[in-house]
């Protein structure tokens, strides 16, 4: 029996980040000074994007997103049911209709063919979609090249939901993110790759959305001289659009730094982690791996195994109550949104709409995957997910 507890996903956080953290404590800013821009710099550095706001949490980048790019009323916005909730909400904060597409039963991110019948369908009913948030589940990138021309050929724009897949690249591309899509999402989430505590961003190329991020993300205040109507005070400002306070502080910004330096090298863990794993469970005939496509890098922020509860003695809650006792926290992502009650209360989703993502959630169980995760841990962690699917 290990004496440490292994969940899904943890942090791992050292001196140097602990050293950056305190230095802007003992400084003159905790929020609104000039961490929050050098946080932002970096990140468009590391992710070939010429802009980027850093945010309190990858929920509000979402939000702000949605915002910027003008969602309302009557608009369909379309997501995959195997996701977090705020990939969804996000569409409900702005006011506009959500919709889902299956997940393709390989890679588990949005399936484009079914995408496309889909929008046909929408077009047969003289309706056309405003937007897909395409999610970058577990880390593997989706098939942006051809989400890419869907969104050209009928017009809706694109949002990355890239908080799974910071380090992840589509065709040798560690930009691909912003590259393909007019908005990406990031989160600093402790789970997450690099973490804020917690934090998120948006990132783009688009300077006119990136100039309404900036301004929504902090009450919708402007102090920039194209906008105003007037401009006779030193202290003027003006409000034209609802904002909110997403904004996040020097303090996580100086961490978000330090982390974003150690990246490359935590993505490289989670790879050999990943590996690990592949090598233990690609024989086991209860076990089905998470397949990677060829043409990417996948970034592990899960490692999504699937296990034939069908097919043993016992059920996944007793699973899971098995493996806490030996100190194995397991998870499940995702409950498919579509079949929360809000969704089919509100909606009218029910059982059999998705079933693809409806049967990879009955058998999906993420195990632990972080850096600070060691040979022998991972031994332990394997050994015991085998003992008990019997
Ligand atoms: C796919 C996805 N989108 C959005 C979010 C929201 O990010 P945050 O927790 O920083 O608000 C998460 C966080 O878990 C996520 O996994």
Redesign the pocket.
């Known amino acids: 029996m290990s004496n440490k507890v292994f969940s899904y996903g943890k942090q791992m956080i050292d001196e140097e980040d602990i050293k950056a953290v305190e230095e802007v404590l003992r400084s003159d800013w905790l929020t609104q000074g000039p961490k929050v821009k050098e946080f932002e710099s970096a990140l468009s550095n590391k992710f070939n994007s010429k802009f980027a706001s850093a945010v309190a949490?990858?929920?509000?980048?979402?939000h702000l997103i949605g915002l910027a790019l003008g969602w309302g009323k009557d608009d369909i916005i379309i997501t995959s049911p195997i996701?977090?909730l705020?990939?969804a909400n996000c569409i409900l904060y702005n006011n506009a209709t959500p919709d889902f597409v299956d997940i393709d039963k390989n890679y588990y991110t949005i399936d484009v063919n079914k995408l496309e019948e889909k929008i046909k369908s929408y077009r047969g009913q003289g309706k056309n979609i405003k937007a897909v948030v395409a999610?970058d589940?577990a880390g593997q990138p989706c098939d942006w090249k051809s989400l890419r021309t869907l969104a050209d050929k009928y017009e809706f724009q694109l949002v990355n939901?890239n908080?799974?897949a910071l380090g992840a690249t589509y065709k040798n591309d560690f930009g691909y993110a912003v590259k393909f899509a007019d908005a990406v999402?990031l989160?600093?989430?402790p789970?997450?790759h690099i973490t804020t505590g917690?934090?998120?961003a948006v990132l783009t190329n688009n300077i006119e959305l990136d100039e309404k991020i900036k301004i929504l993300r902090t009450h919708g205040i402007t102090k920039d001289e194209k906008y105003l109507e007037k401009n006779d005070e030193p202290w003027y400002y003006e409000m034209h659009q609802l904002g909110y306070n997403y904004r996040i502080t020097d303090f996580q910004s100086a961490l978000g730094i330090s982390q974003l330096n150690k990246l490359n090298e935590f993505v490289t863990k989670r790879r050999e982690i990943a590996k690990h794993y592949d090598n233990v469970f690609s024989n086991e005939e209860k076990f089905i791996i998470p397949e990677v496509n060829d043409n990417v890098e996948h970034a592990y922020?899960l490692y999504p195994l699937q296990i034939k509860f069908e097919e043993l003695e016992i059920n996944r809650k007793e699973y899971f109550k098995k493996l806490k006792e030996r100190n194995i926290l397991l998870q499940v992502h995702y409950i498919p949104v579509h079949l929360q009650p809000f969704y089919r209360k509100n909606f009218k989703f029910k059982e059999g709409d998705f079933t693809v993502a409806e049967k990879f959630y009955q058998r999906e169980v993420s195990i632990p995957i972080y850096p600070l995760l060691e040979d022998k841990d991972l031994e332990y962690i394997a050994e015991n997910l085998k003992e008990f699917a019997k």
């Open positions: 949490n990858g929920t509000g980048s979402l996701t977090f705020a990939s999610v589940y939901d908080c799974h999402n989160s600093f989430h789970v997450k917690e934090g998120g922020h």
